[in-house]
């Protein structure tokens, strides 16, 4: 044990020479709905254990969750999920979808009962994230990133928050700012996150901000992160080469820090035609993961700060809406894959860095 002991004084010594990203984790909102189904999560030698440990030995320390206004992901689903979360000592990054159902760039529904008036909405949404907010401070779970709507690139709350001419971006812009005033209030003080998809489309990433700025209700001040989705699945503009572009703009634009908060990659074989050309296999997963990390850490001035890759234990839905057939970190039955180390700690490894939570697994588990 002095030798031990030792060994982590010296690691500590030098662990702030290592460059690692801020956020890295995943999105893992299904794992109580797979377990109620009767799955046990696995370590890759086999040992079972709870998935948000398994994660974080692997490096993970961040975990996002979805929360949805009614149905499977709502607030009571969060609260639970959240004790998890904390107590396995990860970094907690919510998700509202102000929605009773998925919100995405196609789909953004308004809650039942919220109203169909701007006004009646600017309420709901004002007093809905409040309250969610101290709901999660009163358990002792409080929310560390919050994202204020999901993949909103033609806005939310459809279709008076629709963003189709000025008065849709009007109505957007006042709603983000009601939603960021029920935080504050609500006493949320961690940082909030705009999120949408296409990360690699530069001209609509570039226009959104700064449309959505011009209308003067929603400022840089009513947010923190600038966070996007990154799929290899849906068009093959999808590169790492116009993601770099992209992230490389908004970070000089707006210089706050950049996440991929979603992103994923097939473990086997699959027809689709991908945007890179890494093999459809555990070692494709890390070889693309790696790939997004190399472009955060290029970006200017540290602002590449995370990487969270999206429901990778999502056993009976492994095709995570690609039509690709399985882009899971976990198989069938549950055991991790080799992937999940690399993928999961943001290949921190594979640049010679290291990670305290990393180095500390592994000291204690050398047998």
Known sequence: ???????????????????????????????????????????????????????????????????????????????????????????????????????????????????????ALNTAIYNYTLNLVQQFNNQGTPIDVLQIGNEINGGFLWPVGQIANNVGWNNTSQLLHSARNGAKDGGFTGK?????????????????????????????????????????????????SNLQTALTNLANTYGKPLIVAETDWPATACSTTLSASYAKSPAGQVAWSQAIVNVLKALPNGLGQGLLYWEPGWIGNAGLGSSCADNLLVGSDGTSRSSVRQVLSCCIQRHGEWDVNLAIYSIFNLN
């Open 1 to 119: 044990m002095r030798f031990i002991a030792s060994l982590l004084i010296a690691f500590v010594a030098i662990a702030p020479h290592a460059r690692g990203l801020v956020y890295r984790g995943a999105d893992i909102s299904s794992v109580p709905v797979v377990e109620a189904a009767g799955i046990t999560y696995k370590e890759t030698t086999g040992a079972s254990g709870k998935y948000e440990n398994i994660i974080k030995a692997h490096g993970a320390n961040a975990v996002r969750i979805r929360v949805w206004t009614a149905g499977t992901y709502n607030t009571a689903f969060a609260l639970s999920l959240a004790k998890r979360i904390k107590a396995a000592g990860l970094t907690l990054m919510v998700d509202l979808h102000y929605s009773d159902t998925w919100a995405d760039p196609a789909h953004q529904s308004i809650p039942s009962g919220w109203g169909s008036t701007l006004a």
């Open 192 to 240: 909030v996150m705009i999120h949408l998809a296409n990360g690699w489309d530069n001209s609509a990433q570039t226009s959104w901000y700064q449309k959505i700025q011009q209308q003067g209700a929603f400022t840089t001040a009513d947010f923190d992160i600038i966070g996007v989705s990154f799929y290899p699945f849906y068009g093959t503009s999808a590169t790492l």
